[in-house]
């Protein structure tokens, strides 16, 4: 939450957009980094999950002492009425540049910020009662809240699950897979580094999510096809007449049941032999008894399958799952923090980013708290459908309400607002110019570019 409202207020506005970025760039490195050492840990047969969660603390140690020699924002030191440091900041993070304009600039934004202040009222009440702060914080929000809706934190959490949902029988296997997909992220995520200022916010975001909708079709055609082909159950056990496991007919309606599991027999080209069992409720590694019960030192080609079917489609749900990360990677993996850095005036910056950072972890806690229960109420492949139509809810606000904000002044960007949403229109032109005549001992005075750059 507070790491982009940082990072804009010490950027330069022309770096602003990538350096935004690329602080999602660094999360999904972190994320690629935590499941190749998840797949390493994966060998070792006792608590290797306790080592995973302990590994942590080494990155997070890192970054706790690297705080204590992180400057103070130079806007957030001129609020608190310590000048000198400010500067003194200003002049650490520029290096070589002349900070006197932007210096008396931030000065000038931070006194106008305490008029409005003198106003009295909290902030979100101001923005929520000047008509474009209102409508830029329904804009952020919105995008924080589809990102989330998206299912992206659902793909990455439960990424080793669903390609267990499809079918990759192994647990190492499924790891390093999702591994895979993880470095997926984190490579797409340099493209959208890149293409940020070249091809813009509007442009980048709609493309995502364009192509994000089709990624999780073909996630739920693949868990579609896996359903109708679901293996039947062919045996039923004397003791289990007296389980709910007893009624189900196939895979697919079994292992959405989580108190049962399917027990098979399988060669190259079928699976036979097979029953819906109860599953054990210390581990769900086999069933509470029978045949799987240990079927490890059965043989015979014995096979126990909890939360997921044996399906040869297992390759279109992984074909999706990669796809959806490409395509939401560059565009709305960082896009919403990005935006959400630039479309407040000064004053409302902190409060904005603030408000539509809590949505989006609202919305992250609402989905994944949501995912496996919803796919057992929708199954697998309605869980992913629906995603998909929230998505393209996604691309009609997206393509409604969200201007492009590359390459404009802090002026042109409220000015954005200040027309109804809804109103399908991109921006002003990039090169559009907002020149103040301003009459000087007689004489007309026009600023220059570096003059108009300067006014916030």
């Not at 293996?231 to 007893?246: F, K, R």
């Not at 819906?276 to 409720?281: A, E, G, K």
């Not at 393209?392 to 409220?414: H, K, M, R, S, Y």
């Not at 921006?427 to 108009?452: C, K, Q």
Request: proline share 4%.
């Amino acid at each position: 939450m507070t790491v982009p409202v940082y990072i804009a207020e010490v950027s330069p506005p022309q770096l602003r957009g990538q350096l935004v970025t690329i602080n999602s760039l660094f999360i999904t490195g972190g994320q690629f980094i935590a499941s190749v050492v998840d797949g390493a840990f994966s060998y070792l047969s006792h608590d290797s999950w306790r080592y995973m969660l302990g590994l942590s603390v080494l990155p997070a140690t890192l970054q706790f002492v690297g705080f204590f020699f992180l400057p103070e924002s130079p806007r957030w030191l001129l609020q608190k009425g310590r000048d000198q440091e400010a500067r003194e900041v200003l002049c650490q993070i520029r290096g070589d540049w002349d900070v006197d304009e932007e210096y008396d600039t931030i000065k000038t934004s931070i006194e106008e910020e305490k008029k409005e202040a003198g106003q009295g009222g909290l902030v979100i009440l101001r923005i929520l009662c000047h008509a474009p702060t209102r409508r830029a914080l329904v804009v952020g929000c919105g995008l924080q809240m589809f990102q989330q809706l998206s299912g992206i934190n659902t793909v990455m959490y439960y990424s080793a699950t669903i390609l267990q949902m499809a079918g990759i029988q192994d647990d190492k296997q499924a790891i390093w897979l999702t591994a895979a997909t993880s470095a997926t992220n984190f490579v797409f995520t340099v493209v959208g580094v890149w293409l940020v200022e070249r091809v813009g916010r509007r442009k980048l975001t709609l493309g995502s999510l364009l192509g994000t909708g089709l990624s999780l079709t073909l996630l739920a055609v693949g868990f579609l096809l896996s359903a109708q082909n679901s293996p039947a159950v062919t045996l039923h056990p004397a003791n289990s007449l007296n389980s709910s496991c007893s009624l189900y007919g196939s895979c697919e309606s079994c292992i959405l049941d989580p108190n049962c599991g399917f027990c098979y027999r399988e060669n190259s080209t079928e699976v036979f032999d097979s029953s819906c069992v109860p599953v054990n409720l210390v581990s769900t590694d086999h069933a509470a008894w029978g045949r799987c019960l240990n079927q490890t030192e059965v043989g015979g080609g014995l096979m126990w399958a909890y939360n997921y079917c044996p399906t040869s489609y297992s390759w279109i749900v992984l074909i999706g799952l990669i796809l959806y990360l490409a395509f939401f990677a560059p565009g709305m993996g960082p896009m919403p923090w990005t935006v959400n850095s630039e479309i407040y005036p000064l004053w409302a910056r902190s409060t904005g980013n603030a408000a539509s950072a809590g949505v989006n972890w609202i919305f992250n806690v609402l989905v994944s708290l949501t995912f496996l229960h919803m796919a057992e109420v929708l199954s697998y492949y309605g869980a992913f459908f629906l995603y998909t139509g929230l998505v393209f809810l996604a691309l009609l606000f997206v393509f409604g309400c969200l201007p492009e904000t590359q390459g404009l002044q802090l002026e042109d960007i409220e000015q954005l607002f200040s027309d109804q949403l809804f109103s399908c229109e991109s921006s002003f032109p990039s090169n559009s110019r907002h020149v103040h005549y301003t009459r000087v001992n007689g004489t007309t005075y026009v600023p220059s570019d570096n003059d108009a750059s300067d006014v916030e």
